[in-house]
Each structure stands twice: as structure tokens, then as C-alpha cells.
Antibody
Framework: QVQLQESGPGLVKPSETLSLTCTVS?????????WGWIRQPPGKGLEWIGG???????YYNPSLKSRVTISVDTSKNQFSLKLNSVTAADTAVYYC?????????????????WGQGTMVTVSS | EIVLTQSPATLSLSPGERATLSCRAS??????LAWYQQKPGQAPRLLIY???NRDTGIPARFSGSGSGTDFTLTISSLEPEDFAVYYC???????????FGQGTKVEMK
């Protein structure tokens, strides 16, 4: 079955860049779907960060857009998140997830498969 | 930007009782409203999409309703495993974004 797994450093210093990778197994990213990142600060709600299509087309949360880059590596069946100039407010569990997308209608469905999440702490 | 407001923040109920959760959008989202369940230490799980469609494998005790700005998630008879936090989510086309509500915690009374 399709599985997603986040990986990356658990501790990032303030003002530096947070980098995470999501590895997809059981499905080829090149076959379709959008792939997204969502985060959740400790004890708080969910915040959508952005998403990418296998072609490289991206869309981002306007509140984070100036600091976020999402990229895809179809040869490794992975997609990645970079968030620069981090502060303590970026401390959160970061999830990657699959977003079903109908290329004919342009219709996206909600995130149906999620990774287990990875905790990232921003601290010196 | 569309804002989703969930109520109540916390719902204290006993197993076997009916749970009714509300999600209100600041402007119409048609039927493009989803519900997720999240248990401690776990990723969210998709329950309902397009306001009323259960995702694969979701028990029939979960049902969604509504359109426009007012939506409801109903759990007809709470099972012990249903005590969790529930989030609603909507998709905007322009700009293309996803937004979550702040969540409703269903706790055991």
C-alpha cells in the first residue's frame, strides 16, 4: 500500500533553513497526485504549508510563501520542503500527505494518506 | 481568505452517546468541506470529503452534512476509539489554498 515517510533534522537553529524530505513507497510520484506538507505546533491545530505536482507545479500558503520552497525528485520518488529564516514559531510536527487531483477537472480532494510526522524544534 | 470556525471547542460525552460537531465557514465553500480525526501522537485520518462522503473504511456511525457555510459531523453512537480531536478543512480555488478549522476535542465524560 502507499506509504509516506518524513525525514530530516529534528533540531534547527534560529534564522537557518529547515529541510525535510518525504519518501513515497508503493506508488510512483510521476503517476499523478499533488503532494503536500502540513504542520502542527505542539498542542495546536493544523496548518497547510503547500503542495507540488509531479510536474513541479507548486502552490503555497500565502502566509508562508516568502519562506517556503517545495521541490520534487521523481527519480528518488521523493518530495522536499525547505523553510528558511526559521524562528521558534516554526517548531512543529511536520507531516507530508497525498492530495488526490483530477487533471481533467482540476479538482483536488482532501489529503487521504499521511506520513507519521516528524518533530522539528527550532532552538539554539 | 476563508476562515473555518468549529464549535464547541470541547465536547464531553459518554460512550454510546451521539456527538454533533459544527464547522462554519466565513463564506460559502459549496460542498468542499472535509473532516479529519486525530488521536494523540498520530497523523490526521480523513473521515469525510465533499461534506457527506465517507472515505474508504470509515464506519457508518460517522456522517457529514451541510453545504454553503454550515456543516455538521455526527457520530451516531460514540465508541471508545472515537474520543479524539476532529478538524474540518476546506479548499479554496482562488487563491488555491487549504484551510483547517481550529478543532473540536471529543473527550470522555
Amino acid at each position: 500500500q502507499v506509504q509516506l515517510q518524513e525525514s530530516g533534522p529534528g533540531l534547527v537553529k534560529p534564522s537557518e533553513t529547515l529541510s525535510l524530505t518525504c519518501t513515497v513507497s508503493g506508488y510512483s510520484i510521476s503517476s499523478g497526485y499533488y503532494w503536500g506538507w502540513i504542520r502542527q505546533p505542539p498542542g495546536k491545530g493544523l496548518e497547510w504549508i503547500g503542495g507540488i505536482f509531479h510536474s513541479g507545479s507548486t502552490y503555497y500558503n500565502p502566509s508562508l510563501k516568502s519562506r517556503v520552497t517545495i521541490s520534487v525528485d521523481t527519480s528518488k520518488n521523493q518530495f522536499s520542503l525547505k523553510l528558511n529564516s526559521v524562528t521558534a514559531a516554526d517548531t512543529a510536527v511536520y507531516y507530508c500527505a497525498r492530495e488526490p487531483y483530477d487533471i481533467l477537472t482540476g479538482y483536488s480532494s482532501p489529503f487521504d494518506i499521511w506520513g507519521q510526522g516528524t518533530m522539528v524544534t527550532v532552538s539554539s | 481568505e476563508i476562515v473555518l470556525t468549529q464549535s464547541p471547542a470541547t465536547l464531553s460525552l459518554s460512550p454510546g452517546e451521539r456527538a454533533t460537531l459544527s464547522c462554519r465557514a466565513s463564506q460559502s465553500v459549496s460542498i468542499y468541506l472535509a473532516w479529519y480525526q486525530q488521536k494523540p501522537g498520530q497523523a490526521p485520518r480523513l473521515l469525510i470529503y465533499d461534506a457527506s462522503n465517507r472515505d474508504t473504511g470509515i464506519p457508518a456511525r460517522f456522517s457529514g452534512s451541510g453545504s454553503g457555510t454550515d456543516f455538521t459531523l455526527t457520530i451516531s453512537s460514540l465508541e471508545p476509539e472515537d474520543f479524539a480531536v476532529y478538524y474540518c478543512q476546506q479548499r479554496s480555488n482562488w487563491p488555491r489554498t487549504w484551510t483547517f478549522g481550529q478543532g473540536t476535542k471529543v473527550e470522555m465524560k
